[in-house]
């Protein structure tokens, strides 16, 4: 296992809004579908609450409360994640309420 598609597949499915299927894994990450049903299955293994919908429109997808530990990124990810929100022109609402919530973690 590649831990780099693991992590992928990860936020691929807490970034989509809805199911994602094997289908679309293994088009994004250039593998079987097989191969995905066991990234998918190590997922679970490690705790990670996803939910399968089986038959047409279904797939997988992470239920709605989970939350990525704050663990998830390095501190140096953290900084340059801050770095590139505060180098956006368009300032919005939304990017500085970001920004805030990434300099408090």
């Known amino acids: ?11 691929t499915l807490l970034a ?14 250039e593998m079987s579908t097989r191969s995905i049903y066991r990234y998918v299955a190590v997922l679970c293994e490690g705790g990670v609450p996803i939910e399968a919908q089986i038959g047409r429109g279904g797939g997988w997808r992470i239920i709605d409360t989970y939350k990525v530990k704050a663990t998830y990124f390095t501190d140096e990810e953290y900084r340059r994640m801050l770095l590139a929100l505060r180098s956006f022109s368009l300032q919005d609402d939304v990017i500085k309420s970001v920004t805030q919530k990434m300099e408090g973690l």
């Not at 296992?1 to 936020?11: A, C, D, H, K, W």
């Not at 989509?16 to 990450?29: I, M, N, P, R």
């Open 1 to 11: 296992m590649q831990l780099p598609v693991l992590v992928g597949i990860l936020s």
């Open 16 to 29: 989509k809004d809805g199911y994602v299927t094997a289908k679309e894994l293994s088009q994004k990450y």
